[in-house]
């Protein structure tokens, strides 16, 4: 995808590693200022480690290094007051907004008669209500400007039902309500909202002891070769898991000039099983 974003201020959500930053790499390699956002920490009710500040740093040493500009937010998208202060940073280091990815995410297991409060609430809270806080921050600075666009991550998984995975589901498919919803609200406005689905992503969300053990519970400690096959089965083109890459190509179509009709969509990079779906 070849847009040149050069002049543009690009927000993302859990930008310190995986997708996020591949995103956000993509953008500042295109010309963007990118605002690089993540919590740094660990949260209690999901099983694997989630991005360090280290993670965070090596984002925007990696954006340098290839000479593009960044700047690095350590906030909890949980928190509203802090994603509000985020955007009112950006518009008064930067003076604008142009793109926001609300792309923080957690994952988690269990069947839904077994999951505790705990790990509903704090997936609710994370998955839906922090893509909330997002767009609630950055929607109206680009609604005032006349141009803004406003990409979400969901998932596959928001897109049928996914054994193990309810309260993931659940607040990825509210994702895509409240992004069709918002997308409605700004019709008119200059400003776009879609979401964009990913199937299984080679990051570290899926490339953990927790998440190996779904896949292969008869083989004790698993490795990324004995899973693949398994995750293959999943995909009708026989890809295990597609690259942050693929979902990047996707976010830069949706921000570009391009998608400028683009609006209240949901974009699938399913490896095929979109077409098992109505
Ligand atoms: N990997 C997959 O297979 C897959 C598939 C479909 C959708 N997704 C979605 O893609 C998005 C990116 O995930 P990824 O695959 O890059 O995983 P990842 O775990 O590598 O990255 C997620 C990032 O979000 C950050 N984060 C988590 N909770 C946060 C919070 N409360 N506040 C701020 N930052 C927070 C993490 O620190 C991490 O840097 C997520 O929304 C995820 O649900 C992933």
């Not at 809270?125 to 006349?146: C, Q």
């Not at 309810?166 to 776009?192: D, P, R």
């Not at 080679?202 to 070769?225: K, Q, S, W």
Request: charged fraction near 15%; proline fraction near 5%.
């Amino acid at each position: 995808m070849s847009a040149d974003f050069t002049g543009a201020v690009v927000l993302i959500t859990g930008a310190a590693r995986g997708q996020g930053r591949s995103h956000a790499l993509a953008f500042a390699e295109r010309g963007a200022t990118v605002i690089a956002l993540d919590a740094c920490a660990d949260i209690a009710t999901v099983p694997y480690p989630l991005a360090t500040s280290d993670d965070l740093a090596q984002t925007a040493h990696l954006i340098e290094r290839a000479g593009g500009m960044c700047r690095t937010v350590r906030a909890d998208v949980r928190n509203g007051d802090a994603l509000r202060a985020a955007v009112t940073g950006i518009l008064a280091e930067h003076g604008r907004l142009d793109v926001c990815v609300a792309n923080a995410g957690i994952a988690g297991f269990g069947p839904v008669c077994e999951l505790t409060d705990a790990q509903w609430a704090t997936m609710l809270d994370v998955n839906l209500t922090g893509v909330f806080h997002t767009l609630r921050a950055a929607a109206p600075p680009m609604k005032e400007a006349g141009s803004g666009r406003i990409i979400t991550i969901a998932s596959m998984g928001g897109r049928a039902g996914t054994p193990n995975l309810g309260h993931y589901a659940a607040a990825k498919w509210g994702v895509i309500g409240l992004t069709k919803t918002l997308a409605l609200e700004l019709a008119g406005s200059g400003v776009t909202a879609n979401v964009v689905c990913p199937g299984t992503v080679d990051t570290p969300m899926v490339h953990n002891p927790a998440m190996y053990g779904l896949f292969a519970p008869d083989i004790e400690d698993p490795t990324r070769e004995d899973v693949a096959p398994r995750y293959r089965r999943l995909n009708p083109m026989a890809e295990a898991w597609t690259a942050p890459e693929d979902v990047t190509a996707a976010v830069l179509y949706l921000a570009s000039p391009a998608a400028r009709h683009v609006s209240g969509i949901t974009l699938e990079i399913g490896a095929g099983v979109s077409a098992r779906m109505q």
